[in-house]
């Protein structure tokens, strides 16, 4: 079955950068869109970032926009979110989320995720 093991949180000052990583297994990592979403507490799950299949597709929400960066490398069957610029309103667990469907759109990952890994703490000090 799909298994997605997120790491790489924290606790980072205000300003300061992280990287988080998720490894996948269970099938073929390169057919499928992945994508990173939050949830801060008393808050609803949102979705921060997403990738099609083959890399070349993202979305972001607009809070993260020119300060979040989602990649893939195939080769290691992981996805990252580079996190720069970070803001105490960026605390959060963060989870890692694949589509069940094959070489569905960003946009489509980012409405519509069906696995999920156990998430990771990141928390910004201001």
């Known amino acids: 079955q799909v298994q997605l093991v997120e790491s790489g949180g924290g606790l980072v000052q205000a300003g300061g950068s992280l990287r988080l990583s998720c490894a996948a297994s269970?099938?073929?990592?390169?057919?499928?869109?992945m994508g990173w979403f939050r949830q801060a507490p008393g808050k609803e799950r949102e979705c921060v970032a997403t990738i099609n299949s083959s890399g070349g597709m993202t979305y972001y929400a607009d809070s993260v926009k020119g300060r979040f960066t989602i990649s893939r490398d195939s080769a290691k069957n992981t996805v990252y979110l580079q996190m720069n610029s970070l803001k105490p309103e960026d605390t959060a667990v963060y989870y890692c989320?694949?589509?069940?469907?094959?070489?569905?759109?960003?946009?489509?990952?980012?409405?519509?995720?069906?696995?999920w890994g156990q998430g990771t703490q990141v928390t910004v000090s201001s």
């Open positions: 269970g099938r073929t990592f390169s057919n499928y869109a």
């Open positions: 989320a694949t589509h069940r469907i094959p070489f569905t759109t960003a946009q489509r990952m980012a409405v519509s995720p069906n696995y």
